[in-house]
């Protein structure tokens, strides 16, 4: 076995209702935590906050970061029809409609478990 070919894939998320648990028609997908994309999110990040010196970091600012990072992680989204992103049907896909769809705390701990779960990102 090649080492070098074990490689990551995309993931898709299937966003469940929070009190049924049921699909909503929404599918997220998402590349893993360790993507060239995710990580220079995260180096930016790093490197924020060690020019900012000591005490700097804030809630808001760690709970902003981790925002950065879901949004650098999707790269791909499809919505059922009659579901809508408040005025928008089958929004496009940018920062600012991601930032909006990541403001619903359900919705973000979805994506989040499941970029938890690096087992999921390699085919067996």
């Known amino acids: 076995m090649d080492i070098l070919a074990i490689q990551p894939t995309t993931i898709t998320v299937d966003i469940k209702h929070p ?12 590349v893993s935590l360790e993507d060239d994309r995710v990580k220079a999110v995260e180096r930016a990040i790093k490197n924020k906050a ?3 010196g ?3 970091m804030t809630a808001e600012r760690i ?3 981790t925002v950065d990072l879901l949004t650098a992680a ?7 029809d009659g579901l809508s992103l408040g ?10 409609n991601v930032g909006k769809a990541l403001a619903l705390p359900w919705l973000a701990k979805q ?4 970029l ?3 087992a999921g990102f390699f085919s067996s």
């Open 87 to 96: 005025d928008l049907k089958s929004p496009p896909l940018n920062k600012v």
């Open 111 to 114: 994506v989040d478990t499941a």
């Open 116 to 118: 938890g779960d690096e």
């Open 63 to 65: 709970e902003d970061n």
């Open 50 to 52: 060690l020019r900012g």
């Open 54 to 56: 000591r005490n700097v």
């Open 74 to 80: 999707i790269v791909g989204w499809t919505w059922a």
């Open 19 to 30: 009190a049924t648990g049921a699909s909503i028609g929404l599918q997220i997908e998402c």
